[in-house]
C-alpha cells in the first residue's frame, strides 16, 4: 500500500533532522562518499550521496515546509527517503553507536544524524 502524501510529507520533516547547511557540509567531506552503492551511470558517486543533494534542493526550496509546495519530483524522492531511513533505522542499531560505520554515514547521506535522534 502505498502511503498518502500528506503521511509522506510528515514522516519526511519528522526523519530528516539535518539542516540544508548540515547536509552540505556532511557531502563535502570524504567519508560522506565512502558509504553506500555506486550509481550505475560511472560518476562514482553513491545513491546516498545523490540523494542527500536531492534533499538539500527539497529543503532549500521549501524552508517552511509547507505541505502545498512540493511538487511531484519532490514527493517521489521524499517517499524514498522516508522508506530508506525507516527500514535503515529499524535494521541497523549499529549506526547509533558506531560514527565509523557505515550505516552511520549512509544515513547523514540521507540527511538523518542517528547521533540527533
Given at each position: ?17 539535518m ?12 567519508q ?24 538539500i534542493?527539497?529543503?532549500e ?11 511531484e ?45
Amino acid at each position: 500500500m502505498v502511503k498518502d502524501n500528506e503521511t509522506v510529507i510528515k514522516e519526511f520533516n519528522e526523519l530528516i533532522n539535518m539542516t540544508s547547511s548540515e547536509l552540505k557540509e556532511w557531502l563535502k567531506e570524504e567519508q560522506s562518499e565512502s558509504s553506500g552503492w555506486d550509481k550505475s551511470d560511472g560518476s562514482g558517486e553513491t545513491v546516498g550521496h545523490e540523494s542527500g543533494r536531492k534533499i538539500i534542493q527539497i529543503l532549500e526550496k521549501n524552508p517552511d515546509k509547507n505541505p502545498d509546495q512540493y511538487d511531484e519530483d519532490d514527493l517521489q524522492h521524499m517517499r524514498k527517503v522516508v522508506s530508506y531511513c525507516k527500514r535503515h533505522l529499524a535494521q541497523e542499531e549499529k549506526a547509533k553507536q558506531d560514527t565509523d560505520s557505515k550505516s552511520y554515514k549512509s544515513l547523514k547521506n540521507w540527511g538523518h544524524d542517528p547521533l540527533k535522534t
